[in-house]
Nanobody, 115 residues
Framework: QVQLVESGGGLVQPGGSLRLSCAAS????????MGWYRQAPGKQRELVAT???????NYADFVKGRFTISRDNAKNTVYLQMNSLKPEDTAIYYC?????????WGQGTQVTVSS
């Protein structure tokens, strides 16, 4: 059974940084594309970034140059380093694992950017 557990969210001031982690279990982590999504109140869930099994990355335009996705296959963990945070980055951040026949989601971690 695949489980994804996010951590690292919290309250941060504008311009600050946070690093989110997503620990995976129950699958061969290194085989799969991993992604981070976010959902703000009243809005649809949107893609933030993805990273392939080989380490290739893709970012939404609104986070390019500010966020960095990475993975540690030895620790079965994907990270999202978030710098220069803005109030509009406030959302619940979700981790996603893309498998061939389905995808798995974590429970999410709240990120609030406010002074």
């Amino acid at each position: 059974q695949v489980q994804l557990v996010e951590s690292g969210g919290g309250l941060v001031q504008p311009g600050g940084s946070l690093r989110l982690s997503c620990a995976a279990s129950g699958s061969i982590f290194s085989m799969y594309v991993m992604g981070w999504y976010r959902q703000a109140p009243g809005k649809q869930r949107e893609l933030v970034a993805t990273i392939s099994s080989g380490g290739s990355t893709n970012y939404a335009d609104f986070v390019k140059g500010r966020f960095t996705i990475s993975r540690d296959n030895a620790k079965n963990t994907v990270y999202l380093q978030m710098n220069s945070l803005k109030p509009e980055d406030t959302a619940i951040y979700y981790c996603k694992q893309y498998q061939i026949t389905r995808a798995y989601w974590g429970q999410g971690t709240q990120v609030t950017v406010s002074s």
